[in-house]
């Protein structure tokens, strides 16, 4: 007995020495290495994919098997399993697989083995080339391509942009599988010599669907172009296109379809819990903040729409210090940046991520607790693959968390239609601490946040007005100054395309929120014409949404359920189902509107056409204005030289500008005529005006008197005191000098009067010429006066001045 178990033993140890004899790197013989391969080239047609268990059972060079076993790659997942068998057969491969789903393994095998088989070596150049859409994305594949092909002897390249130009250029023969993006890659095609790929072996498109579509189209065109007719083309996505024309452009007519998630009933990972939110605009940076600091032991991946609004948040939010590390991803950093970065995430497990859809495809960075999308995703797809950053692999987890405004919450129907199970929740209000008060601090004292705030701002509505489905993104439905609140704005920036768009927007009339549509509207045109830079505001700006409104949005329809997570943690409080499963229907206002719409007829340019007709309106008719503003009625009128008559009357098309110039010069010498005329009417005018004002000055002085301050009463028409009491002596005339030294005061008011009277004479008026009224009032009242009267008139007269 014990004789037989040995025996059986050795016999299979015998067959499994067997079985792994395939093929052996070391003894390097020729003839050894084409009998493996012909023996696996044998097996090909034998695959089948549902008798596969592990990598081994797939007829797999040495290399290759060591290369996955090396990386605990054991089991192959759904997408391997069904993919490989295929494209090892040589067939094209439309490959479409939830997002974590190890579709780069799928098509790296078959990379590995074409070429294998196929003996190829460094002098054979460019043998397989992987096409991915972004940098990261390739740098995660040639990465992989590394670990798993290690021990083949092919020599891999990354080609992608912001790298070393001049350096890949001269070592571009030596490769035999490039990994590249687009754009880098044409370049290559364009200008390096050394780049050839008419051996090309096989093509692979990763993220197909977004290789394909309009950002890349003429690129993609150029690239495919260039490469050789006969190629085996693999293409593979979460979101795989099935446009023929995309494929014809690929001259792949009958591709293997090969999807194994297609009959499961979602499309994103099982292990994937998804839920959404509908918050106002102006409550998101409160909202993701007071979540940060609710999950500092997690990793958190937060999508935002723009660079600039990625770069805000991040110098915010650093400035703010939530207590876990910050990092940003975005297109517009350096290269190196970017790489470092994009590792930093990948290593540290407390940590969150602020990035634009540039992080939204392919990347495998490990154990991700969340995904936020903080702004409402362009389409499903671009959805799903942001969400597919969590619960990866064969046992990954995760979460996802939708920010979605009002009117966007449309896009859950579609997500529900696309078999994407989605939850509302609804924040608790009590744990959302809007650090508002520090934000606008931080802003003023701060030029440099408060610009890239502003930029921010500005970005985010130019990228909802550039989104394709209105229904969705409303730029007119967007409370853009509570939204710049919200940055720490207190002035809203001016957005000028914005501004151009309104003026032929007419806003959609809905009965229930008429009111808050015009509101902001007029904001939107008021806002429009304010300066950006300044930040000059009315004390209601400056006010903060008062806590109590807040929390009445947030509360207003918030049943009663429980808490999102079984887990007791703080950290799970903070989100709660709201709804599950909820079918969300059209508002009837929505509905109303389409009704409305459909009503309306399109006014064609016939229409308009008629009704100026009926109407009797010329249309294109010139009216001219004179300098005083008056209309010139007729033109002909105007002209004076018989040259300018002329030419007007001759009604010949076009303008012969000889002729004009002459005109002109014939019209000028009557110009310059009637403006001497002018100047003359002018000058006469003034002087008849001063004329009139000297005479009316002369008459009130002959009223009147002068009207100087210093002046007295004019005592003119009193009678001469000399002809009525006689000239005194000289005698007499002494004392009253030697009386004047001393009351000098006394002297002064005796003289003072009748030095008016000469003064008034000096002036040019002659007694003479007093006037006859005058005269008349002398001879009246000095026939009137006893001569005692008249003295003591005087002297009253004297005293009182
Ligand atoms: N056979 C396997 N066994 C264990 N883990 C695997 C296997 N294949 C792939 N993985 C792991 O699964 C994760 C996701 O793989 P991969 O990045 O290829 O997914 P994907 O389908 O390309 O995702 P996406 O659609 O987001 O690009 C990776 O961490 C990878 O290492």
Redesign the pocket.
């Given at each position: 007995m014990k004789q037989n178990k040995q025996e059986e033993k050795a016999k299979q140890q015998k067959s499994k020495k067997d079985k792994f004899k395939l093929y052996k790197p070391k003894k390097k013989k020729s003839s050894e290495e084409d009998a493996a391969i012909q023996y696996l080239q044998a097996q090909y047609d034998k695959i089948n994919p549902d008798a596969i268990k592990t990598?081994k059972d797939f007829p797999l060079s040495q290399k290759t098997l060591k290369g996955?076993k090396d990386?605990?790659?054991?089991?192959?997942?759904e997408?391997?399993r069904q993919a490989i068998g295929y494209a090892l057969q040589g067939k094209d491969i439309l490959g479409a697989?939830?997002?974590?789903?190890?579709?780069?393994?799928?098509f790296l095998i078959p990379i590995l083995e074409n070429l294998f088989c196929k003996k190829w070596t460094r002098l054979d150049g460019v043998g397989a080339l992987v096409i991915s859409p972004t940098r990261e994305?390739a740098y995660?594949i040639y990465e992989?391509l590394r670990k798993v092909g290690g021990l083949h002897d092919f020599s891999a390249g990354l080609i992608i942009g912001g790298q070393n130009l001049k350096f890949e250029r001269k070592r571009m023969d030596q490769i035999n599988i490039l990994i590249c993006t687009p754009g880098r890659l044409l370049q290559h095609m364009d200008e390096n010599p050394l780049f050839d790929c008419s051996h090309l072996q096989i093509l692979v498109l990763?993220?197909a669907d977004r290789c394909l579509d309009m950002g890349f189209e003429t690129t993609m065109n150029a690239i495919i172009e260039n490469l050789p007719q006969e190629r085996q083309t693999l293409l593979?996505?979460?979101t795989q296109t099935k446009s023929v024309k995309d494929l014809a452009r690929l001259s792949l007519s009958f591709p293997t379809y090969v999807a194994p998630h297609e009959q499961a009933e979602t499309v994103t990972p099982e292990s994937l819990q998804q839920s959404y939110i509908v918050c106002e605009i102006d409550e998101k940076i409160g909202i993701l903040w007071s979540f940060i600091r609710n999950h500092l032991k997690q990793k958190v991946l937060v999508f935002m729409a723009t660079c600039k609004q990625v770069k805000y948040t991040y110098d915010l939010f650093c400035k703010l210090r939530p207590g876990v590390s910050l990092l940003a991803l975005y297109g517009t950093l350096h290269q190196e940046k970017r790489e470092r970065i994009y590792n930093e995430f990948c290593r540290k497990s407390n940590v969150v991520l602020f990035a634009t859809d540039l992080a939204s495809?392919?990347?495998?960075f490990?154990h991700v607790n969340w995904v936020i999308q903080m702004d409402c995703p362009e389409d499903v797809e671009t959805y799903i693959?942001r969400a597919?950053?969590t619960a990866?692999?064969?046992f990954?987890k995760g979460e996802g968390l939708l920010m979605l405004l009002p009117h966007e919450e449309k896009i859950v129907e579609d997500l529900k239609k696309s078999k994407i199970p989605i939850n509302k929740i609804a924040v608790d209000p009590s744990k959302v601490v809007a650090p508002q008060r520090k934000i606008e601090g931080l802003l003023s004292d701060n030029t440099e946040l408060k610009q890239t705030a502003q930029r921010a701002f500005v970005s985010y509505v130019k990228s909802i007005f550039l989104m394709k489905n209105k229904e969705i993104f409303n730029v007119h439905l967007l409370d853009t100054d509570a939204y710049a609140r919200s940055l720490g704005l207190i002035v809203p920036p001016r957005i000028r395309f914005l501004h151009k768009n309104l003026k032929g927007y007419n806003p959609p009339k809905k009965e229930s929120d008429n009111e808050e549509n015009e509101d902001v509207l007029d904001k939107l045109k008021t806002k429009a014409e304010n300066d950006a830079g300044t930040d000059q505001s009315s004390d209601e700006e400056e006010k903060p949404i008062p806590q109590e409104k807040k929390n009445k949005k947030l509360t207003k329809e918030l049943p009663k359920f429980d808490f999102h997570n079984d887990a007791d943690s703080e950290e799970d409080e903070f989100l709660q189902v709201k709804k599950a499963n909820v079918d969300v229907k059209p508002p009837i206002e929505e509905e109303e509107q389409n009704i409305t719409k459909k009503k309306k007829k399109p006014l064609t340019k016939a229409a308009v056409a008629k009704k100026l007709l009926k109407k009797k309106i010329k249309v294109n008719t010139q009216v001219k204005f004179t300098e005083d503003g008056e209309a010139i009625e007729d033109e002909k009128k105007d002209v004076k030289s018989d040259l300018a008559k002329q030419f007007i009357n001759e009604d010949v098309g076009g303008i012969d500008i000889e002729k004009a110039k002459e005109v002109l010069k014939e019209e000028d010498k009557y110009d310059k005529i009637r403006f001497r005329e002018k100047v003359k009417a002018k000058h006469k005018e003034q002087k008849r005006k001063l004329k009139n004002k000297k005479k009316e000055e002369a008459e009130e002085q002959d009223d009147f008197g002068s009207q100087s301050e210093s002046d007295g009463p004019d005592l003119s028409w009193l009678p001469d005191p000399d002809k009525i009491y006689g000239k005194k002596d000289s005698g007499s005339e002494k004392e009253d000098q030697s009386h004047t030294e001393d009351n000098s005061d006394l002297e002064e008011e005796k003289y003072h009067r009748p030095l008016k009277h000469k003064l008034v004479e000096s002036k040019g008026i002659p007694q003479d010429s007093v006037a006859p009224r005058k005269k008349k009032k002398l001879k009246d009242i000095s026939g009137s006066l006893s001569i005692q009267e008249a003295e003591a008139l005087a002297m009253r007269l004297l005293q009182s001045q």
């Open positions: 990598f996955l990386n605990n790659y054991v089991t192959p997942t997408i391997q697989a939830k997002t974590g789903s190890g579709k780069t393994l799928a994305l995660q992989t990763d993220e593979f996505s979460a495809r392919g990347l495998d490990p693959h597919g950053r990866r692999g064969v990954g």
